[in-house]
T-cell receptor
């Protein structure tokens, strides 16, 4: 199993550009989520999904969109990038034991200039 | 509002010493408390976790102590090693309307000197 994969590893965007961060898992996990990590702030939940076709907002959803058309994939879209979205983004998945044991991907480091 | 408060922000320990990281929470609906370990350039990985009906859980050199009445829990790393140098996050799992949502502390950067 590859586990949770994320692409790209690094990305530089200009303010106003849009892009999609990709996340895929091959563990047949129902639960998937996106976090951002900023220095001294821990990990903050952006959006999450409890299964294909079902998504919900986390703590910091503004400026981001998600969709879940398959169990495996959970892309995160930045609609119009802003410098405040400079961060490291992590995707996580977990089996539906109430999402207890989360498996994180390696992260995408995004810089918005 | 920070749902889980973690301290200290950074910790330096000598090899062989005990590392202690503390966390506190307010929401009594939380019912699962994991700790994650993160090495530079990697994603966090589950280290150890505890349910609130247990006061202590030990796995090797890592122990969680849980005080339900005080709404506090802590991670103890015995015989700390340079390989333990990493960032540690405590977390709490939501229930009810926040079912499955994990709330993280802000992290503790642990450095173990040889």
């Amino acid at each position: 199993n590859a586990g949770v994969t994320q692409t790209p590893k690094f990305q530089v965007l200009k303010t106003g550009q849009s892009m999609t961060l990709q996340c895929a898992q091959d563990m047949n996990h129902e639960y998937m989520s996106w976090y951002r990590q900023d220095p001294g702030m821990g990990l903050r939940l952006i959006h999450y999904s409890v299964g294909a076709g079902i998504t919900d907002q986390g703590e910091v959803p503004n400026g981001y969109n998600v969709s879940r058309s398959t169990t495996e994939d959970f892309p995160l879209r930045l609609l119009s990038a802003a410098p405040s979205q400079t961060s490291v983004y992590f995707c996580a998945s977990s089996p539906f034991d109430r999402g207890r044991n989360k498996y994180f991907g390696p992260g995408t480091r995004l810089t918005v200039t | 509002q920070q749902q889980v408060k973690q301290s200290p922000q950074s910790l330096i320990v000598q090899k062989g010493g005990i590392s202690i990281i503390n966390c506190a929470y307010e929401n009594t609906a939380f019912d699962y408390f994991p700790w994650y370990q993160q090495f530079p350039g990697k994603g966090p990985a589950l280290l150890i976790a505890i349910r609130p009906d247990v006061s202590e859980k030990k796995e090797g050199r890592f122990t969680i102590s849980f005080n339900k009445s005080a709404k506090q829990f802590s991670l103890h790393i015995m015989d700390s090693q340079p390989g333990d140098s990493a960032t540690y996050f405590c977390a709490a799992l939501g229930g009810g309307s926040t079912l499955g949502r994990l709330y993280f502390g802000r992290g503790t950067q642990l450095t173990v000197w040889p």
